[in-house]
Each structure stands twice: as C-alpha cells, then as structure tokens.
C-alpha cells in the first residue's frame, strides 16, 4: 500500500516537473533532487523522504505537458513514485513507459494527501475512502516495458530470450 504525499492540478508541464535551468544535469542518479524544485514544499518533501518509500502522486489532466525532455521523468522515477493522474500529455507518457515510471490513467480518481492508496489489476482502490476508480490500462506491450523497468532492461531480456542466454 502506498500513500498519497501531494495532489496537484491540471496542465502540469515539465518545465514545472524539472525545470529547464537544470537541463545541463542530465543524469538519471542527479535530477531527482530537481524535481518541482519551483514547489518547495513538494521539492523539500521529496528529497527528505526514504527513495525506497513507495509514495504516490495525484495529478488532473495534462500531466506532464510541454516539451518532450525525459528528465522530467527520470527526476520522478529517482523517488520512487506512482503517478496517479486523470490522464498524461502523449510525449510525458511515452518517456514514461521507456524509462519505467509507474504511471496510472485514472480519470475519475478522488484523493487527498495522506489517503492510502492500494493499485489492483484494474482499480485503483482509496482504502483511506473506501472508494475504487477505473484505470485506463496501458497496452500489454507498454505495460510489459514498464514492469520490466524500461525499454532497455526490456530489450536486453528479449535479447537473451532470443539468443538462449540465461
């Protein structure tokens, strides 16, 4: 079970995500401590918090609008989050299931911070409420690259599979 640690609203940008002043810093194990580095509060929250913590984020619509750069996905996966959202602009998506993000369509998702949030096959269920919603699933091969952890460690399975190597 996870637990919801902040609620943001629609047309979240990536520019908002990992803002652009950082783009010079680019690896994965560094962008985590710039993620919502313009809300401090949720900065602050997160790089206090255990990274094996699992924490989930609730988001409206558009999340992750604006231009296409995948840190603002890598900051996000260095924390170990679930991103919970009403639904998630095309390109943030994409990056999303190429680098392992545990993102969730939920468009009717109704929770507050500190709510428990448990995720089942096609639910997300708000114990904390006692309500369940509707996800979206992501296509089985989309969704066999995130439970992999990325197209790259998905590749290199398939690649063994193929070549016989254990």
Known sequence: MSKVIYKIGD??????IYPGRYMATV?????PQFAFDDI???NKMLNEKPKTDQ??????????CGSSREQAVSTLK??????IARDFA???????????LNTIICPEIVADVDD???????????VTKNMSFDIIP??????????????IPYTRVLLKQKLGIK
Do not use: M, W, Y
């Open 11 to 16: 047309d979240i940008s990536t520019d908002i």
């Open 27 to 31: 690896l994965p194990t560094e962008t």
């Open 40 to 42: 401090k509060d949720l």
């Open 55 to 64: 924490a989930v984020l609730v988001c409206g619509k558009n999340f992750g």
């Open 78 to 83: 260095g924390h170990n989050l679930t991103i």
């Open 90 to 100: 095309r390109i943030f998506l994409q990056n999303s299931i190429n680098l392992g």
């Open 116 to 126: 428990e949030i448990k995720i089942e096959n096609d639910k997300v269920v708000n």
């Open 138 to 151: 992501l296509p089985a091969a989309r969704q066999a690259i995130v439970d992999h952890g990325g197209l």
